[in-house]
């Protein structure tokens, strides 16, 4: 078992004023895993901008333009997370949900571009899914 230690004391991370969290079961439960890098993207983006009940007001145009996507990436973005019933979005109001139940398809999948290469961790998932951003642009 792994030993955990404080590395840099004088930086640990406090709560001040709002902010954003991903519970831990978005990993432990798969919902990660089920992700193409732009919902990854958009969903991380909707959590840092929501206040306490998960919402947030961000227009079309400010998201394509903050997170470097077109309206029809966004748009498909945007379905693919309501379809997996991680936001709601009423037309203006984004909501971010707590997270549904976990499906026995959720549990223990890695992503699509790392299935078969042994264990991965949290770090690689998301240095993957940066490296497939920058190459849709």
């Excluded at 984004?94 to 223990?108: E, G, I, T």
């Amino acid at each position: 078992m792994i030993r955990k230690k404080i590395l840099v004391p004088d930086r640990i991370r406090q709560i001040e004023g709002s902010f954003g969290f991903i519970p831990h079961r978005f990993l432990a439960d798969g919902f990660l895993a089920t992700l193409n890098q732009h919902e990854l993207l958009l969903y991380l983006f909707l959590v840092l901008a929501a206040d306490r009940y998960g919402l947030s007001f961000y227009s079309c145009n400010s998201i394509c333009s903050l997170l470097g996507l077109d309206v029809d990436q966004y748009l498909k973005t945007r379905d693919g997370l309501i379809e997996k019933d991680l936001i709601a979005f009423d037309g203006t109001i984004f909501q971010v949900l707590s997270l549904p139940a976990p499906l026995n398809v959720y549990r223990h999948q890695k992503p699509r571009s790392m299935r078969g290469k042994g264990p991965v961790s949290i770090a690689q998932v998301f240095q993957q899914s940066l490296r497939g951003l920058t190459h849709d642009r």
